[in-house]
């Protein structure tokens, strides 16, 4: 690491950089480009080309990732999963702390080995899990606690944007409601049952926890986009849509018979309750969050153990999609 790296953060703007600029990580640099008390120095990428373009549209340098990370004080690492264990580690080697795009890594012991690297260093490694800066999902982590919680049902539908993709399923889309799903439970489950179809494009995961079950489905191939959460608990249900920023609360639910001196009518009724939800932008959220971590010293909001929790349970969830394990509820190791 270098000398001038070494100086408190906390004294001067926050040196920022991303290596790789596909979709996700242009956004990333777009982001850290518009923060107070952040300079986006350089992004790195592969396609020199792509990296240059990224540079000039928002005034910084394009480099090579060892000259970036000498560079900076944070990054955001948005490479493909399979690369994402040797590029946080070289990061870390270099004293830079990292938000690394979800999953942590490829496997578990990848992402225990990059936890257990991040925490000897001292340096901040959070993972991102964007989902978790969703307003809507703000919003009923500040309920949770008040709520005796039954059930968990998670959507995540629709093709996707590049329609040539074939990206995983279950690691692509579903982690994220892996991960909403533990942050609510603040556990892991005990037991879960998986199967997919359509060559792995469309998959469904029921998951029990102490007293909860949680139903997960993740699809590319519905032709509707949907992104929902529903909690069911005794004192309320409670739905929320992430693209709408949303949170709806049905309480008090009742049934009567009514006469009006004419045939017998049935009616449900409950009390709606659309919760205050303060919308923005969920990777702004993020990226600050990430930010304050680093200048600060206090522990990521997304944690690398989190990232190898939502990890070890998305691998059994696979296993049992593709047929690598046999389709029957399996035991996730601690």
Do not use: W
Not at 97 to 104: A, M, N, R, T
Not at 155 to 173: H, I, K, M, W, Y
Not at 174 to 199: F, K, Y
């Amino acid at each position: 690491m270098s000398t001038e790296g070494t100086r408190s953060p906390s004294t001067r703007p926050i040196r920022a950089g991303v290596i790789g600029v596909g979709s996700m990580g242009k956004n990333h640099a777009r982001v850290y480009n518009e923060l107070p008390g952040v300079e986006l120095v350089g992004v790195a990428d592969h396609d020199a080309s792509v990296a240059k373009q990224v540079a000039a549209e928002y005034g910084a340098a394009a480099l090579d990732s060892e000259t970036l990370c000498r560079r900076c004080d944070a990054v955001t690492v948005a490479v493909p999963t399979h690369v994402h264990y040797e590029t946080v580690s070289a990061c870390l080697d270099d004293g830079v702390h990292v938000l690394v795009e979800k999953p942590i890594a490829r496997t578990v012991e990848e992402g225990r080995a990059l936890a257990e690297q991040a925490q000897d260093a001292g340096l901040v490694l959070q993972v991102g899990h964007i989902e978790r800066f969703n307003p809507a999902v703000q919003t009923v982590m500040e309920l949770i606690d008040d709520l005796d919680v039954i059930s968990l049902e998670a959507e995540r539908l629709g093709p996707p944007v590049d329609r040539t993709t074939r990206a995983n399923v279950v690691f692509d889309l579903m982690v994220h409601d892996v991960d909403i799903v533990g942050s609510i439970l603040d556990d892991r489950p005990t037991s879960v049952n998986a199967i997919g179809t359509d060559d792995g494009q469309y998959a469904t995961a029921t998951m029990a926890y102490d007293d909860v079950v949680a139903s997960l489905t993740a699809s590319r191939v519905t032709q509707k986009k949907v992104r929902k959460l529903t909690v069911t608990a005794r004192e309320c249900l409670v739905e929320v849509d992430y693209l709408e920023q949303s949170v709806l609360i049905h309480r008090d639910s009742y049934p009567e018979y009514l006469t009006d001196d004419g045939p017998n009518r049935y009616r449900h009724e409950s009390v709606v309750e659309n919760a205050r939800v303060d919308n923005g932008e969920p990777l702004c959220h993020e990226l600050r969050s990430f930010v304050n971590a680093v200048r600060t010293g206090v522990e990521p909001a997304v944690t690398a153990e989190d990232g190898v929790r939502a990890l070890r349970t998305v691998q059994t969830i696979e296993s049992l999609v593709s047929g690598e394990a046999p389709r029957r509820e399996q035991e996730v190791e601690a």
